[in-house]
Each structure stands twice: as C-alpha cells, then as structure tokens.
C-alpha cells in the first residue's frame, strides 16, 4: 500500500476525506519520500561510530521538511486540533485540562482582589500611591489578608 493509499484511508476513516484532498495527499507523500531520503543522506555525515551533527546542512533539510508536512497534515485534519477545526466543534466544547481550569480561577480571584483602577476613572491612583502612610499602611495590610485568603484556597486543593 502506497503512502498516498494510506492517507486516503485515513481521511475516509476519519469522514473528512473529499478529492480535494488528492493533491495535498500527494505533496504530503512526496515530502515525506524526499524527507527520508534527506535523512539518509544526513546519517551518512556521521564520523564513524558516531552521530551525526546537527549543524550539517543536511539537518536543516530535514527539518524544514518536517515543518512542511505537518503543515499539509493540519490542513488536511490528521491533527486532533485541525481534525476538530474540520469538523466544526468549537474550542469550548473540548475537554479543558483541569490544571488550566484552576489558574483560570485563581487569576479570576486575584483580579477581583487589585485594586487597579476603576474604568470609569483610568487614572486614579490607589490609596497606597497617597501621601499618606496610614492609607498606605491600610492599603497593604488589606493586600495581604487578601493573598492570604488566596493561599489558603489553593493549598489544599489536590
């Protein structure tokens, strides 16, 4: 079977796959062919008993090579990321990782425990930028029982 057979198949196993596709399946064999070959060439560089450097012009072949098929594999959708694009589900729909869930949380909370400026007033500074040390001093007492509240949600989390 054919590299541009197995790409086929993939595509209609997927359900994506349209004759659209057929020039792009070509290219992608083509790269992939002239990638390994390119790999070859670059292993023959290697001092004996040795590895080959990836300083030779032959690396950066292969490299630019590698980029180019994983392009033609996002376009195509034989990504998950481009297989969903293809398929039409949106980002919000796919599981979150719950790690990114929970900084998401936090930085809600520490954004509603600044005391940054209100949009209705860009430039107002917060007390802490008064000449006063006592609204200075308050100020900061205010910001740490805040960061210890936040700590104190997060230690215990698993």
Do not use: C, N
């Not at 599981?95 to 005391?115: C, F």
């Not at 209705?120 to 805040?146: G, N, R, V």
Request: glycine share 4%; aromatic share 6%.
């Amino acid at each position: 079977m054919t590299r541009e057979q197995i790409y086929k198949a993939q595509l209609e196993a997927l359900g994506i796959y349209e004759p659209a596709f057929d020039p792009l399946i070509k290219d992608l064999a083509k790269a992939e062919r002239r990638r390994t070959r390119a790999e070859k060439e670059w292993a023959k560089t290697a001092p004996p008993g040795g590895k080959p450097s990836f300083l030779d012009p032959h690396y950066l072949v292969v490299e630019a090579l590698d980029r180019k098929i994983q392009g033609y594999r996002e376009s195509m959708g034989l990504t998950p990321k481009s297989l969903r694009r293809l398929r039409g589900v949106p980002e919000a729909a796919v599981d979150s990782d719950p790690i990114t869930e929970r900084l998401d949380k936090i930085a809600a909370r520490v954004e509603s425990y600044s005391a940054l400026p209100s949009p209705a007033d860009p430039y107002a500074l917060p007390e802490a930028h008064s000449l006063e040390p006592e609204a200075a001093q308050a100020y900061a007492e205010e910001q740490a029982q805040a960061w210890d509240v936040l700590k104190l949600d997060t230690d215990g989390a698993p």
